[in-house]
């Protein structure tokens, strides 16, 4: 698992670069997800601007320090109550993961060289990763399903201030024992939940969680246009923990690809009928389908895809933050479907490196969906702006989005 940063601004060259990538670097059968976590949790910000300031020996400022901390962290406690100042700690996780590796050295050796890959890739478009280790991990399972308002690292921390090492602020609760497997531990500390049709209730902080899937996607869009999917700019975002999960897998065979190229010629052929020619869906989907065929015989390959959005709230104030979501998404062009009776499965498969296990549950409830490969890049979460809010009281590097 690795933490990259959002990186600002895009160009031709970069969507040439990635698509490339995509289309020709993956290797079969690797599961790729893409996860941004917008976390409550600011300790991490809060500890490197702490520590330069209280380097002064300031009494004054250090004073001045602690109260804005309380204030901050206050704020970003508060997140059933929106009004654009809820600090956020945006991270963006990028993990790997193959069906069948244990035991499999020929399998672990395709992995560990795609990741080194990987990390090279991110390095000539500019995007600054760090790889994680176990704390990072237990630390980020943890906030996914047991996410707290007051701080998880409040049981003690360890500051660091490099990007380049570990978290900034940990639990020591989050330390793991290297005489035990790793999946025995990461569960640690599980709190009760009751699961629904409709949502997942943490029973011992009182918060809800609600998972989406994309239903419908405008008719264009780009890398550039996935920024606005963290929030809208000028109503303080949605008043909820946001987490959004992408991920994309080569596990598209021959056999696969001539079953897809298929059911475009029939949709192709029926637009021809003389009883389909004012059928202009009909029309504008063998449209479609002629490119896409059209790009295929070019060399671009068919990738599966999976998209998924989590939003963590208070109980009475989800209803309202499900209505913010969509409607910015509605107004974006992006329609979402909330996933009744799957979000435990949707929760499950999100956490890092489970989507090669949890693929074929997902693909048959009809949450997996095939793609080209220019597709897949147009959807990539790494564009981010950073702004700052326009009130007072709130860290320049924090904001909705």
Known sequence: MTEISMRVGSNEALEKNLNLFFNNEIPEGIYMQFLVVGSNNIEDKLSLWRSERTAHNDPMLDRITKYREAFLREKARDIGNSDGRIGRDWKTYVSCSMRGVDGNNNKLELLVKFKEKLLKKFASIKLNTRSCDVVDLKYLVNDLVNMQLTPLSSQGQVGI??????????????KHNLLERISDQIFEGLHEASITEEEIKHLNTDLVTRGYTLKKLPESFGINDMVSLLGPDLEGGFPARLIISYTISNNINKADEGKIIAEGLRSIHASEKWYTRHDISLQNEAKWWKVLIDRNKNGERFLTENLQIFITTIKNGVEIAEEKLLSHYNSVDFQLARNDKLHLIGLLSILPMQQAVFWKSLK????????????????LPIHGEWKGINRSGVLLTWSQR
């Not at 201030?161 to 989050?174: E, L």
């Not at 048959?364 to 147009?378: R, T």
């Open 161 to 174: 201030k490099s990007f380049d090492s570990s978290s900034h602020t940990k639990s020591n609760s989050n």
């Open 364 to 379: 048959f409830f009809q949450l997996v969906k095939n793609v080209p490969a220019s597709e897949v890049v147009a959807k």
